[in-house]
């Protein structure tokens, strides 16, 4: 499902986007990276409260400080 849904953000069609990447979380909501590109499905289709959580998720589940910094930062732009 995540590269589904990549491939359908390459063709700026973020509905199914958003589809696949719900999809991919419900097999793993674990991972902050799936959260991170429903986030950007989500900003997309302007969604901005359901960005803002799936941002915030993120960055509860990203394992470096790098990626932390990235997710806050980005929390931070939309807030």
Do not use: P, V
């Not at 986007?17 to 950007?40: G, K, Q």
């Not at 394992?63 to 931070?76: N, S």
Request: charged share 30%.
């Amino acid at each position: 499902f995540f590269d589904r849904g990549m491939a359908a953000m390459r063709r700026g069609d973020y509905a199914a986007a958003r589809a696949d990447f719900t999809r991919e979380i419900e097999r793993d909501a674990a991972y902050h990276e799936f959260h991170f590109w429903l986030a950007a499905a989500h900003a997309a289709l302007g969604d901005t409260a359901a960005t803002r959580r799936h941002l915030a998720l993120a960055l509860e589940n990203s394992t470096t400080r790098g990626e932390r910094d990235l997710y806050a930062a980005k929390l931070g732009r939309i807030r």
